[in-house]
């Protein structure tokens, strides 16, 4: 039996299916086989293109009325939007843009698995009018170790840009996380960028774990990249807690133009922590911790090569407690003989406290090379490097060469170990630096378990035969102690070195080049 029926035509206009209705008399079962597949695809929409969060404007396919609605549609499979808007997802079928009006947002954001997303179909929120504090997305969460004001867990390819994200909770042993990019368990989070972004957690809290950290990253994830940040009032500015299981360490961590606020009582502990990574790039940040509370300007623990740390400014100190970069059981895991690198970088450490600028326990294979170091230590128990070698099959083959080195009374190296032996054999290459003792020649320069040398020419095979035959000890003075680029003309040779062909600035290095980050 035929009935009076309706026909449909579907067009697809900026994610909605609209409908035209035409009568025409057709069976009534070709009408419901229609009905069914209309709403079926309506039911599987995604986002593809533009969208908008303003909360001034009204809630439309092409605008959330706040940043929840729009995860909200990219990532629930049924319900109703937040800001009672048409559904446009649940996922992608192309590249999505979000721009955010200007204005504070509240609520946790829960960034969960999205279908659809790839290398081209990214997702990206971002200050519409391109300024990261005109957009504040924050939250006061409960105390909880596993959330965070941006919570990413099992969503890939996802970019924030451009916009604040701040924790709102205050106070002593509490969790507060600015992003938590979570891959633990069946989680993937592959592909993740937060970029020219301002985040903050909260201060001075529990020590050695990701909950109180501006970043956080945690479990086995791929290419995470934070690039030109701001990180700010944290315990920790980045904490990457990776995964190591069957020596598979989590790869690809870029860390590039950062900077690390110190603000008195911001920097409560760690400017960052990385653990368990390979393929990592820490490169033209700016590390200031220069406030409060005794710990390490940085730990980088557990780290496969290739690894690079290059070009950052490093500030520590301010007469307060606190010391320098401590890295342990970097590179124990033959990859062909690599080797980490260390170099261009401009290490100032300016207290009174133990400890060393840079700490090696457990390492292998690593260049320390081309750095500017200006210590205002006075005291002995502060060193500029440190070697704790208790084990030779993991501690071994460190190379510093072509260093600037200026101490105002710390001794330039210590090397500690189980005997002598190990201890020098944490060294594999210590030659041609430059090194100035500001007080007086009487310093002490290297202390090998106890036994001090404070004479020049004493230094010349001390560690093994040939070692510091052409280090130099002649005077020369930074800018500033802010500023460790060289005064003009004051510069000696080292010797070349093939995969450093630039210097902290980017300026090409000349054959010799110039000893230190700094090329003259």
């Not at 319900?79 to 996922?91: A, Q, T």
């Not at 969790?175 to 979570?182: M, N, P, R």
């Not at 378990?449 to 005077?475: H, I, K, N, R």
Request: charged share 10%; glycine share 8%.
């Amino acid at each position: 039996m035929d009935a009076i029926s309706m026909r449909w035509r579907f067009c697809f206009t900026n994610s909605q299916y609209f409908l035209s209705l035409l009568f025409n008399r057709i069976p009534m079962k070709q009408v419901l086989l229609a009905t069914v597949i209309f709403f079926s695809l309506k039911s599987f929409a995604q986002l593809n293109g533009a969208y908008t969060v303003n909360a001034s404007l009204p809630a439309t396919s092409g605008n959330y009325q706040s940043i929840v609605a729009a995860v909200f549609d990219l990532t629930q499979t049924g319900g109703v939007r937040p800001d009672g808007g048409p559904r446009n997802g649940p996922n992608v079928s192309g590249p999505v843009v979000i721009n955010i009006a200007n204005g504070t947002y509240r609520g946790k954001l829960a960034l969960t698995t999205v279908v659809g997303t790839s290398a081209t179909n990214t997702i990206t929120f971002k200050s519409a009018s391109n300024t990261p504090t005109n957009v504040i997305i924050q939250d006061s969460m409960t105390n909880n170790a596993n959330n965070g004001i941006v919570q990413i867990s099992g969503c890939s390819n996802v970019i924030f840009q451009r916009v604040t994200i701040r924790s709102m909770v205050t106070g002593f042993n509490v969790f507060a996380t600015g992003v938590l990019i979570d891959s633990f368990g069946n989680n993937t989070c592959n592909n993740v960028k937060i970029l020219n972004c301002r985040v903050g957690s909260s201060w001075f809290v529990n020590t050695n774990t990701n909950q109180q950290a501006a970043i956080a990253v945690r479990g086995f994830q791929t290419n995470t990249v934070l690039n030109n940040d701001t990180f700010y009032n944290c315990a920790y500015g980045v904490f990457f807690d990776g995964n190591r299981g069957n020596n598979n360490y989590t790869p690809g961590l870029t860390i590039d133009s950062c900077y690390f606020a110190a603000v008195v009582g911001s920097d409560a502990f760690q400017p960052f922590r990385i653990n368990y990574a390979r393929d990592v790039k820490i490169r033209y940040n700016v590390v200031n911790k220069s406030g409060c509370c005794a710990d390490l300007l940085g730990t980088i623990f557990g780290i496969r090569v290739p690894f690079e740390l290059s070009n950052n400014k490093f500030f520590f100190g301010n007469n307060t407690a606190g010391r320098g970069l401590d890295i342990d059981s970097m590179n124990t895991i033959n990859d062909g003989g690599e080797y980490a690198q260390i170099f261009n970088n401009f290490f100032h450490a300016n207290y009174n406290g133990s400890g060393a600028m840079i700490r090696f326990a457990r390492s292998a294979r690593v260049n320390v090379m081309f750095n500017s170091f200006n210590s205002l230590n006075s005291t002995n128990n502060f060193r500029v490097w440190e070697t704790n070698a208790t084990d030779p099959n993991y501690h071994r083959d460190i190379q510093f060469v072509n260093n600037m080195v200026l101490t105002n009374g710390a001794p330039v190296l210590y090397m500690g170990g189980s005997n002598v032996t190990t201890a020098k054999g944490a060294v594999s290459r210590i030659n041609f630096n430059n090194i100035h003792r500001g007080t007086s020649s009487s310093q002490i320069l290297y202390d090998i378990l106890g036994t001090q040398t404070t004479a020049a020419g004493a230094l010349q095979g001390l560690v093994y035969s040939g070692s510091d035959s052409s280090t130099t000890f002649g005077p020369f003075a930074f800018q500033s102690a802010s500023n460790l680029h060289l005064v003009s003309n004051e510069c000696f040779w080292g010797t070349p070195i093939s995969h450093i062909t630039k210097d902290i600035d980017g300026q090409t290095r000349s054959n010799p080049p110039t000893i230190g980050a700094d090329e003259i």
